[in-house]
């Protein structure tokens, strides 16, 4: 039996997802979470084959959920599912390791195939998003100002913006406070900001967190 794991904080779209997982008779869905800090400790607890994980998950993003994943030698594959046809946030999964990312829009069509193209370690991806992604490429038009920021500074950023302290961040993320202080310092340095509410405003712009 292969071992899925689903994350997203809205309940309806968990209750679907686990719909078209359940069709299938040789996988089994073995956790549900509803933000990104269960995501990972259920991931350490079950060790799936495959995460089902929202981007825009309270606590830890999608992208902060796959490099904890992968901090902690889990041979577990994420795959990302979002709602926001951004090639930011391919770009930002990409790098940060991610083989796998669905828009939501997409899933009761594709959710199957990615799974199983995760489930032999090969990568998917949304394939609007990617040739978008990769015409921009081409074409040199990538604002090189909406990448400055890195994929921790912007899960600080994300924390910050739901109203989150240095310390608490530092626990989520287990990081020192120094280490999130510095993560703040730098993200505000790169974005010209100076101000918790420039911050905000930025997480807002940026579909990290919702309005």
Do not use: C
Not at 121 to 131: G, K, W
Not at 155 to 161: E, M, P, Y
Request: aromatic residues 4%.
């Amino acid at each position: 039996m292969k071992r899925i794991l689903i994350a997203d904080d809205h309940e309806i779209v968990r209750s679907g997802l686990r719909a078209i997982v359940d069709t299938r008779s040789d996988w089994i869905v073995v956790g549900e979470a509803t933000n990104g800090e269960q995501a990972v400790a259920l991931a350490l607890e079950t060790k799936p084959d495959v995460v089902i994980v929202d981007y825009s998950m309270p606590l830890m993003n999608g992208l902060e959920v796959s490099r904890r994943v992968k901090s902690l030698r889990l041979r577990s594959e994420v795959l990302i599912l979002t709602m926001h046809e951004n090639e930011e946030l391919l770009t930002e999964a990409i790098l940060a390791g991610v083989r796998g990312f669905l828009f939501k829009s997409d899933a009761r069509k594709h959710l199957l195939s990615a799974v199983e193209a995760l489930l032999d370690r090969r990568p998917y991806f949304t394939s609007v998003l990617l040739e978008k992604l990769l015409h921009d490429y081409q074409l040199n038009k990538l604002n090189k100002s909406d990448m400055l920021l890195t994929s921790r500074e912007q899960s600080v950023v994300q924390l910050i913006a739901e109203g989150h302290t240095n310390r608490s961040i530092s626990s989520i993320l287990q990081l020192s406070v120094k280490t999130v202080e510095t993560h703040r310092a730098s993200a505000m340095r790169k974005l010209g900001m100076s101000s918790t509410a420039e911050l905000v405003r930025y997480a807002i712009r940026k579909k990290l967190v919702a309005p």
